[in-house]
C-alpha cells in the first residue's frame, strides 16, 4: 500500500506502470485519475485544495485499510495533491490492484466515495474574474457512501 | 489545547490555528464557549449542521467528549478526491 500527499504534479502513466509491473497473482489493476475541470466556458483560472497536514495520511490510510478488507485485494495505491492547480491538471489518482477485476472495480470506486467525503481535502476555485469560493460538499456524494 | 479551522471556518474566524484553555467537557460545549467570544465565532458557528469536527485527527461528533484531547479542528464537509 503506498499513500502519497504532495504538492508537486506526478506522473499518471509512470505511477500506473510502476504499480502495474511486476505482478504475477494479479489478473486485474484498475486505476482512476482526476482532473481539474473547468466550468466549461473558460471561467475556472485555478483551483487551490487545502487540507490538514496532521489527518490527511491517517484517514487516508484507513479508507484504503477499510477497502483492503472488504475485498481480495494485492495493493492500493493514493495520490492526493494539495495547493494551486490549474484546469487539465491532475489532482489525484487510486490504483487497486486485484486477481479479479470485480474486485478491482469495486474498491477503486469505494475508495472514491471515501475520498470525497472522508478525507479532510477542501476545494477553492479561483475565476478568472478574480471571484473565489468554496466548493459545497453535494448530498449526492453523502448519500454515495450508504452503498458500501 | 490546539483548535484548528480550516476552509472558509479558517476564513471567516481569521487564524489556522490557537490555543484554547477550557475546561468543556464535550465539543458542543467548546463551540458554546467560542461564540461567546467574539461575533466572528458565533457566525462560523452559528450553523453547526454546515460544519464538521475531528478530535486528536480522528471524525467525530459534536457530542464527543474532548477530555483530555491535545487536539479540535473545525471545518466544513470535506471536498477530496
Known sequence: MRIVVQDTPFDMGAEAEAFANGRHDMGAVVTFTGIVRDFGDGGLDAMEIEHYPGMTRKALETIAEEARTRWSLGDVLVIHRYGRMEPGEKIMMVATAAPHRKDAFEAAEYLMDYLKSRAPFWKKEHATTGETGWVSAKDEDEDALSRW | ?81
Open chain 2, 1 to 81: 489545547m490546539d483548535v484548528l479551522y480550516f476552509a472558509w471556518v479558517r476564513e471567516r474566524i481569521g487564524l489556522p490555528k490557537e490555543k484554547v484553555t477550557t475546561d468543556a467537557a464535550t465539543v458542543a460545549d467548546l463551540v458554546a464557549e467560542l461564540r461567546a467570544r467574539e461575533e466572528r465565532y458565533d457566525l462560523a458557528f452559528s450553523d453547526l449542521s454546515a460544519l464538521r469536527v475531528a478530535v486528536d485527527q480522528e471524525l467525530t461528533d459534536f457530542d464527543a467528549s474532548i477530555k483530555d484531547a491535545r487536539e479540535v479542528a473545525f471545518f466544513p464537509p470535506m471536498t477530496g478526491g
